[in-house]
């Protein structure tokens, strides 16, 4: 799973619709292009992608009061949302992929129920574990510690991501059942990525924006 798609679908569907300057701006305030692939070519290639996959419907806009082509903004289809669901179920239990894909499902956690994002992140402590004891029955060598070699150092990496990523996870799962943050369902939340009074990431330049 490339965590680009979430990323995106994810940012669309926090403002109901977006144009691909204003996904550029949210994913640069959360540091997305420094821990994923969510560079800009990526993200208007993503949105153009999606559009085409019925995923998102494009609408095009007026021209920009500053000069420059119209724009288009986008808002996920009922398929679109569809997707992003799976994609943020999948983001919350896989343990084998990439850390960026995590990393993203963590940011939209809050758009489930409270009672699925928990199952999620239990299923998620039960594959860490799963893989734990493969690691340990299947792949560490025989004999005692100090004579694997260099080679345990492997195994060794392998069991502590997979400990302290499970000890992560209890810690979260610990956190909503005692009732942190507003999860779907529970209330009003902003939706607005950068603070009202936060500068954006990039002070837009006329040459530097994009037509999509």
Do not use: C
């Not at 990393?103 to 860490?128: C, N, Q, S, W």
């Amino acid at each position: 799973m490339s965590a680009i798609r979430l990323l995106v679908l994810g940012a669309v569907r926090q403002h109901g619709r977006a144009h691909g300057y204003q996904v550029r701006n949210d994913l640069e305030f959360w540091g997305a292009h420094q821990w994923s692939n969510a560079k800009p070519g990526s993200i208007y290639h993503a949105l153009k992608q999606m559009a085409k996959q019925g995923l998102l419907t494009a609408h095009d806009t007026a021209p920009s009061t500053a000069g420059g082509p119209p724009r288009t903004e986008y808002e996920l289809t009922g398929a679109g949302e569809a997707e992003y669901h799976r994609l943020l179920r999948w983001a919350l239990t896989a343990h084998d992929e990439k850390p960026d894909v995590l990393t993203a499902g963590v940011g939209f956690i809050v758009d489930l129920p409270r009672r699925e994002a928990i199952e999620l992140l239990g299923r998620r402590v039960a594959a860490l574990e799963e893989w734990s004891a493969e690691v340990a029955r299947e792949w560490t060598p025989p004999g005692a510690p100090d004579e694997w070699g260099h080679i345990g150092e492997i195994m060794r990496l392998w069991l502590h991501s997979a400990a302290s990523g499970a000890e992560w996870t209890r810690g979260l799962i610990e956190r909503l059942e005692s009732g942190a943050y507003v999860m779907a369902g529970e209330g009003e939340r902003s939706v607005e990525v950068l603070p009202a009074d936060a500068d954006t990431p990039r002070a837009e330049r006329p040459h530097d924006r994009p037509s999509g």
